[in-house]
């Protein structure tokens, strides 16, 4: 329990995995931010090098250099791994949610990723966003300048394939929108990608209810977080919560079933996960009003039901605290972090069906944005399991020959058949540091 809650309080927002490579929206094209598609290259700061021997359950072993660099001024750190049999492509992988009082550092999903696609001749980058909290935007133009060093140190790679997981699923959807020269396709997995307004609404939703059911428990509301939540969050208030919601199970099933979270009602793990998680979101709500201008959440006119008992149900409606959205933020959110459906590159996207962070209806509510014309290009994948972003590695390379098939226009990629063991690819990796200077 002990390291689900400091998983869940440090790492709620990157992608959870057993293992995979996987992973907050368009904007027409008249109200584009302006993005620098050729920007000054960074100067590096502090880089260092390291060899990796990848071993795979089909017995190939792979070294590849990987080389992580501090940019300045920014502070932006990027991770660049290229195999010794490197077959000119290259993948780059936008990372999910890093709340905003963390310092900037590379996801610790790349652990798995990078051994997992350079095992397969690929490629891969990723960098830590020169920006925390609400990076959307940040991750755009922070993936592009990516894409822009690795073609300066390593000349233009044959295929360039952009990839990403929650927040990240939306930095990758928003940029093969936005940017379709710029890749030969997408990836997007676990993202708040089909309704950014209705994603905010059920982080709001949850923090409403929650105190509906279980007052007092948590101090402040949901626009106002005290800073001593956020500090003493993992001593003090995860405890309070898991101890809330253990006394009480009924009203927590009835919080659940209300905001519509999903759990396993034969894995109590579940619900804790589910409702630490969502209440841990709730903590950012400063960094979202700092960048959409305004507080996002809107319930004014929003029907609660579910409960099981209209009455309940009727005494929510009449109780629970009631907010209005701010217009400037509501126009920043249909301005920057709504997606379009419309994309000239092919774009795979995938989801856990029991996603407590980013909601299955996410993908769904994509696919039907998605113009006829394009449907050939697109393809949606769900995956039957609980968690957010629970993918395994063997599905993650499905996912990833899937995108490869589009880009190819072939039946099936010889990806599709990997060798894997308990839905593994990487059998072992080991890592020693490299004495030469980093390229």
């Known amino acids: 329990m002990k390291a689900l809650i400091k998983y869940l309080l440090l790492k709620i927002s990157a992608p959870k995995l057993t293992a995979s490579l996987i992973g907050i929206l368009l904007l027409l094209t008249q109200c584009q931010p302006v993005i620098d598609e050729d920007p000054q290259p960074s100067q590096s700061l502090n880089a260092a090098a390291t060899l990796q021997t990848v071993t795979t359950f089909n017995g190939s072993i792979t070294q590849t250099v990987c080389q992580t660099e501090v940019m300045q001024p920014s502070g932006e750190i990027i991770l660049i791994c290229v195999p010794?049999?490197?077959?000119?492509?290259?993948?780059?992988?936008?990372?999910?949610?890093?709340?905003?009082?963390?310092?900037?550092?590379?996801?610790?999903?790349?652990?798995?990723?990078?051994?997992?696609?350079?095992?397969?001749?690929?490629?891969?980058?990723?960098?830590?966003?020169?920006?925390?909290?609400?990076?959307?935007?940040?991750?755009?133009?922070?993936?592009?300048?990516?894409?822009?060093?690795?073609?300066?140190?390593?000349?233009?790679?044959?295929?360039?394939?952009?990839?990403?997981?929650?927040?990240?699923?939306?930095?990758?959807?928003?940029?093969?929108?936005?940017?379709?020269?710029?890749?030969?396709?997408?990836?997007?997995?676990?993202?708040?990608?089909?309704?950014?307004?209705?994603?905010?609404?059920?982080?709001?939703?949850?923090?409403?209810?929650?105190?509906?059911?279980?007052?007092?428990?948590?101090?402040?509301?949901?626009?106002?977080?005290?800073?001593?939540?956020?500090?003493?969050?993992?001593?003090?208030?995860?405890?309070?919560?898991?101890?809330?919601?253990?006394?009480?199970?009924?009203?927590?099933?009835?919080?659940?079933?209300?905001?519509?979270?999903?759990?396993?009602?034969?894995?109590?793990?579940?619900?804790?996960?589910?409702?630490?998680?969502?209440?841990?979101?709730?903590?950012?709500?400063?960094?979202?009003?700092?960048?959409?201008?305004?507080?996002?959440?809107?319930?004014?006119?929003?029907?609660?039901?579910?409960?099981?008992?209209?009455?309940?149900?009727?005494?929510?409606n009449q109780t629970v605290q009631r907010y209005s959205a701010d217009k400037e933020a509501t126009k920043t959110i249909r301005k920057l972090y709504e997606t379009s459906g419309n994309f000239k590159k092919p774009l795979i996207k995938s989801h856990t069906t029991g996603d407590p962070i980013a909601r299955i209806w996410n993908m769904t509510l994509y696919q039907e944005k998605v113009p006829v014309g394009k449907l050939s290009l697109f393809e949606a994948v769900p995956i039957n399991r609980y968690g957010h972003c629970t993918f395994t590695e063997l599905e993650a390379v499905q996912l990833f020959s899937q995108l490869l098939q589009k880009v190819d226009a072939q039946k099936e990629h010889p990806l599709a058949k990997v060798v894997s063991k308990g839905g593994k690819v990487v059998s072992s990796v080991t890592i020693t540091p490299k004495l030469t200077a980093a390229k």
């Open 84 to 316: 010794a049999n490197w077959n000119g492509e290259l993948i780059l992988y936008a990372r999910g949610y890093t709340p905003a009082f963390e310092q900037l550092h590379i996801a610790d999903e790349a652990s798995i990723y990078a051994p997992l696609f350079t095992s397969l001749g690929y490629a891969f980058a990723t960098t830590s966003y020169s920006d925390n909290g609400l990076a959307v935007q940040t991750g755009i133009q922070d993936m592009i300048d990516l894409r822009n060093l690795f073609i300066e140190r390593y000349g233009m790679p044959e295929e360039i394939y952009l990839t990403g997981a929650s927040e990240g699923g939306l930095v990758t959807t928003l940029a093969i929108e936005r940017y379709p020269e710029l890749w030969s396709g997408g990836l997007s997995l676990c993202g708040p990608c089909g309704d950014f307004q209705r994603q905010l609404n059920y982080y709001g939703n949850f923090r409403v209810l929650f105190d509906f059911f279980f007052p007092g428990v948590l101090p402040g509301t949901l626009v106002d977080v005290p800073q001593e939540m956020i500090l003493n969050w993992e001593t003090v208030y995860i405890p309070k919560i898991i101890a809330a919601i253990s006394q009480d199970p009924a009203k927590t099933i009835a919080l659940l079933n209300v905001a519509d979270a999903p759990y396993v009602i034969s894995d109590p793990n579940t619900i804790i996960e589910t409702v630490v998680g969502v209440l841990t979101y709730n903590l950012f709500i400063v960094d979202a009003i700092e960048k959409l201008g305004g507080q996002p959440f809107d319930n004014q006119n929003y029907v609660y039901s579910g409960s099981g008992d209209p009455g309940l149900d009727a005494l929510i």
